[in-house]
């Protein structure tokens, strides 16, 4: 069984597809065994505690640069005897310590078809203000390895959703959830606890 651990900052909507997915059985070979927030007081970790998760807070502003939170962070996982770490809504950008010490062992949810709508400055409803400000027709949601790349890692599964023209960007992130992300998420989650994904020259092949 492998340990996930889930790295969340807000409401955790993708934390809570995750636990679903695993206690409807659909998430074999790992189990979550850890849910750590970069904030206090959110309620992703009010769903890990309905759960019984375990739970920790490494608060964001009580680090002052991003080396020093990210060795806190890489010292929790080790803690925690990460198998796998998956960014549910993760706001904060983690130093390359981390991606080192797990190399295609950390996925993260981006809600956008990549390499459309991503990089730094793309992430919550910003995202979705975007994509309705540039009048896509599709859009949709991604599952990626984490790399040193700010959202520019080996794609594992990607969901296209309908924009429609009443949109609004919470609308359409709602849309983009339900579709997309609470889908593609724990089914990547699952790929990759059986050993089913393979990495090769940046590409993800599924086994
Ligand atoms: C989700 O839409 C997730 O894809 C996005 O933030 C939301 C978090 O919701 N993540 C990013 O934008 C990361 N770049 P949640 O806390 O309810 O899962």
Same mark, same amino acid.
């Given at each position: 069984?492998?340990?996930i651990v889930v790295l969340v900052?807000g409401g955790g909507t993708n934390l809570q597809?995750l636990i679903?997915?695993q206690?409807? $059985?659909?998430?074999?070979?790992?189990k979550i065994t850890c849910v750590i927030s970069?904030?206090p007081g959110v309620y992703a970790l009010e769903r890990a505690k309905y759960h019984h998760i375990k739970s920790r807070v490494?608060?964001?502003?009580?680090? $002052?640069?991003?080396?020093?939170?990210?060795?806190?962070? +890489?010292? /929790? %996982?080790?803690?925690e005897?990460?198998? %796998?770490?998956v960014?549910a809504? *993760?706001?904060? !950008?983690?130093?390359? =310590?981390?991606?080192?010490?797990?190399?295609?062992?950390?996925?993260?949810?981006?809600?956008?078809?990549?390499?459309?709508? @991503? $990089?730094? &400055?793309?992430?919550? +409803?910003?995202?979705?203000?975007?994509? =309705?400000?540039?009048?896509?027709? =599709?859009? &949709? /949601?991604?599952?990626?390895?984490?790399?040193?790349? @700010?959202?520019? &890692?080996? !794609? !594992?599964?990607?969901?296209?959703?309908?924009?429609?023209?009443?949109?609004?960007?919470?609308?359409?992130?709602?849309?983009?959830?339900?579709?997309?992300?609470?889908?593609? =998420?724990?089914?990547?989650?699952? %790929? *990759?606890?059986?050993?089913?994904?393979?990495?090769?020259?940046?590409?993800?092949?599924?086994?």
């Amino acid at each position: 069984m492998k340990n996930i651990v889930v790295l969340v900052s807000g409401g955790g909507t993708n934390l809570q597809a995750l636990i679903d997915a695993q206690e409807s $059985g659909v998430i074999k070979g790992g189990k979550i065994t850890c849910v750590i927030s970069s904030k206090p007081g959110v309620y992703a970790l009010e769903r890990a505690k309905y759960h019984h998760i375990k739970s920790r807070v490494i608060a964001r502003k009580e680090y $002052g640069d991003v080396v020093e939170y990210s060795t806190a962070i +890489l010292e /929790a %996982l080790q803690e925690e005897k990460a198998d %796998l770490v998956v960014y549910a809504g *993760f706001m904060t !950008i983690l130093d390359e =310590l981390v991606i080192k010490a797990y190399p295609y062992k950390m996925i993260n949810v981006h809600p956008a078809l990549i390499p459309s709508f @991503c $990089g730094k &400055g793309y992430y919550g +409803l910003r995202v979705h203000e975007e994509v =309705l400000k540039k009048g896509v027709k =599709l859009t &949709g /949601a991604t599952v990626h390895f984490v790399t040193e790349v @700010c959202d520019g &890692g080996p !794609i !594992i599964l990607q969901k296209a959703v309908e924009v429609e023209s009443s949109d609004t960007p919470e609308v359409l992130q709602k849309r983009v959830m339900e579709q997309a992300e609470w889908k593609i =998420l724990p089914q990547a989650v699952s %790929l *990759f606890c059986e050993d089913k994904l393979e990495v090769k020259n940046e590409i993800v092949y599924i086994k």
